[in-house]
């Protein structure tokens, strides 16, 4: 593998976990929209849309592209360390439980570990979430999907912040399991992404989905835009037409929990495959 070459401090901060000063790194106070990539292998790590103002004096992050960063133990026994999933790279610590954002999550990251890509017209970004019944193979099926950057499992649509996976499958947060589907526009249309949803799942069903039963595996789409929602309710027409009794919802968009570590990229850390999805070709 080849990597970039470091100057004595980003070899300090990035091979040698160093750290630098607060308030003085280059994406402290900077809020463009881009792409947040690895000093050392050029990895994507984080969005833009995912950076917030915490105060604390290094950019702060309440998400990471879906597998590209690594949680690891700090060696003080107190703090978790996050580094770079593809070298190893040290980038900082995660905090939990702060409550700066719904997230509730602060990539603490040092800016000499981050190099940016802004936005441009072959980088335009869009999220859509979908409801399918069990994320793991939602997130399988959409992972495959061209022009798709990245796909998290999360809960969204209940009543109760910060839900566990526990709480969602007693039924008692009225949470659905939902992926989160960052994807480049340029590349896949929303469209083509809405039709893999119904493709990949039974959307007649309306007790759950396949053998798993429960309110948490009904089929919905939370529409980020007007835009999204006219399709996916063009879609429901045509596949009326076609004699489907669509049980599928479509629900504005509310706030996303990222579900626990366990869960995200499942099938492909596990080499099994989807027990309760297959796509059928429809449209």
Same mark, same amino acid.
């Given at each position: 593998?080849?990597?970039?070459?470091?100057?004595?401090?980003?070899?300090?901060?990035?091979?040698?976990?160093?750290?630098?000063?607060?308030?003085?790194?280059?994406?402290?106070?900077?809020?463009?929209?881009?792409?947040?990539?690895?000093?050392?292998?050029?990895?994507?790590?984080?969005?833009?849309?995912?950076?917030?103002?915490?105060?604390?004096?290094? *950019? &702060?992050?309440?998400?990471?592209? +879906? =597998? #590209?960063?690594?949680?690891?133990?700090?060696?003080?026994?107190?703090?978790? !360390?996050?580094?770079?999933?593809?070298?190893?790279?040290?980038?900082?610590?995660?905090?939990?439980?702060?409550?700066?954002?719904?997230?509730?999550?602060?990539?603490?990251?040092?800016?000499?570990?981050?190099?940016?890509?802004?936005?441009?017209?072959?980088?335009?970004?869009?999220?859509?979430?979908?409801?399918?019944?069990?994320?793991?193979?939602?997130?399988?099926?959409?992972?495959?999907?061209?022009?798709?950057?990245?796909?998290?499992?999360?809960?969204?649509?209940?009543?109760?912040?910060? *839900? &566990?996976?526990?709480?969602?499958? +007693? =039924? #008692?947060?009225?949470?659905?399991?939902?992926?989160?589907?960052?994807?480049? !526009?340029?590349?896949?249309?929303?469209?083509?992404?809405?039709?893999?949803?119904?493709?990949?799942?039974?959307?007649?069903?309306?007790?759950?989905?396949?053998?798993?039963?429960?309110?948490?595996?009904?089929?919905?789409?939370?529409?980020?835009?007007?835009?999204?929602?006219?399709?996916?309710?063009?879609?429901?027409?045509?596949?009326?037409?076609?004699?489907?009794?669509?049980?599928?919802?479509?629900?504005?968009?509310?706030?996303?929990?990222?579900?626990?570590?366990?869960?995200?990229?499942?099938?492909?850390?596990?080499?099994?495959?989807?027990?309760?999805?297959?796509?059928?070709?429809?449209?």
């Amino acid at each position: 593998m080849n990597f970039n070459k470091l100057s004595d401090f980003e070899r300090y901060v990035i091979e040698e976990k160093g750290t630098e000063r607060a308030f003085t790194g280059i994406y402290d106070n900077f809020y463009e929209k881009g792409v947040y990539r690895c000093k050392k292998c050029n990895a994507k790590l984080f969005l833009s849309d995912s950076k917030f103002k915490s105060g604390s004096g290094w *950019p &702060s992050f309440d998400d990471a592209i +879906s =597998g #590209a960063v690594k949680e690891v133990p700090d060696i003080d026994g107190r703090r978790v !360390e996050i580094v770079c999933s593809n070298c190893d790279a040290h980038l900082g610590h995660v905090f939990k439980g702060e409550g700066f954002t719904s997230k509730n999550t602060r990539h603490c990251v040092n800016s000499v570990s981050l190099d940016f890509e802004a936005k441009n017209e072959n980088l335009n970004l869009k999220k859509a979430y979908f409801a399918a019944g069990c994320f793991w193979g939602v997130e399988y099926y959409f992972q495959r999907q061209n022009g798709v950057k990245s796909v998290v499992s999360g809960y969204m649509g209940g009543h109760i912040p910060n *839900p &566990s996976y526990e709480i969602v499958c +007693s =039924g #008692a947060s009225g949470h659905l399991e939902v992926v989160e589907v960052i994807f480049d !526009e340029n590349i896949v249309s929303f469209e083509t992404l809405a039709k893999l949803f119904f493709e990949i799942h039974d959307f007649t069903q309306t007790n759950g989905q396949g053998p798993d039963i429960g309110s948490q595996y009904l089929s919905a789409i939370f529409y980020t835009d007007e835009k999204q929602k006219q399709i996916a309710q063009n879609l429901i027409v045509d596949l009326e037409k076609k004699g489907y009794k669509v049980a599928t919802s479509l629900y504005p968009e509310v706030t996303f929990y990222k579900a626990e570590d366990y869960h995200q990229n499942y099938y492909n850390k596990t080499g099994k495959f989807p027990y309760c999805h297959s796509r059928v070709k429809i449209f």
